[in-house]
């Protein structure tokens, strides 16, 4: 297999290292490594990691775009249920975001412009998955 860099635009890099059965660890270099277990057993699984990954790049969106609209977030929670087709390749056919949000005058409008805006534009995970995959979110205020 050839490495390809590419030359167009910023560029990510992490290392994985197996340690033992289905159990990796890895991660940017000089950074925490993050421990992924294929069997699900001892570390969060290849594919929870993705809903992670999609969850806390939308919520990092979310928290820019509040604090840009001047609102005094206090918490936010995201938690995701996807949803896998039967068959090989068990790619995700559906991920639904539930968003949980508390702080002073939290508007509801302003938290789903901001997480429209992130799922829609922003966030390079969700953005990096399959089009034909259903997204969808609710949103709770505390």
Partial sequence: M??????TGPTAAVTV?????????????????????????IATSPVELLLVSA???????VVDI???MRVDLRGLQVEVLGARRDEYPRRFTAIQFHFQVSGAGV???????AVDLSLEKYCSVMNS???DIQVGYDVSLA
């Fill in 2 to 7: 050839e490495r390809r860099q590419s030359t």
């Fill in 17 to 41: 290292r197996w340690r033992e059965k289905l159990v990796f660890e890895g991660g940017a270099q000089g950074r925490p490594a993050v421990t992924v277990d294929g069997d699900s057993k």
């Fill in 55 to 61: 969850a806390s790049c939308t919520a990092a969106d």
């Fill in 66 to 68: 509040l604090q840009k």
């Fill in 107 to 113: 508007d509801e409008t302003k938290v789903r412009r």
């Fill in 129 to 131: 998955l399959a089009l």
